[in-house]
């Protein structure tokens, strides 16, 4: 059974540093690509950004995010994590991890989501 637990959401004021984690489990960790979204409330999910399993130099991110936002991963701990620093208020919503076996920023494209995870920026 594949299981995605996100870690390490709150509340943080507006400049403010946070990194969130992805544990996964049941799943061939280093064969998949990971992927970062976040849904604001009353909006649709969005990309934020991915890391692909065969090059973890392949990242992409979505432009809101760029230059602020960085993805990594540990295989050896079956892991990804996103460290997010000089947040704003617009970056408020709840982030989720995902696994894909292919590469892209489409959310349709990946199989297993975890449930969660609260960042709530403050101005």
């Known amino acids: 059974q594949v299981s995605l637990v996100e870690s390490g959401g709150g509340l943080v004021q507006a400049g403010g540093s946070l990194r969130l984690s992805c544990l996964a489990s049941?799943?061939?960790?280093?064969?998949?690509?990971m992927g970062w979204f976040r849904q604001a409330s009353g909006k649709e999910r969005e990309f934020v950004g991915r890391i692909s399993w065969w090059d973890v130099r392949s990242i992409a991110y979505a432009d809101s995010v760029k230059g602020r936002f960085t993805i990594s991963r540990d295989n050896a701990k079956n892991t990804m994590y996103l460290q997010m620093n000089s947040l704003k208020p617009e970056d408020t919503a709840v982030y989720y991890c995902a696994a894909s076996s292919g590469s892209t920023g489409n959310a349709k494209d990946y199989h297993y989501w975890g449930q969660g995870t609260q960042v709530t920026v403050s101005s």
């Open positions: 049941g799943l061939t960790f280093n064969r998949y690509t």
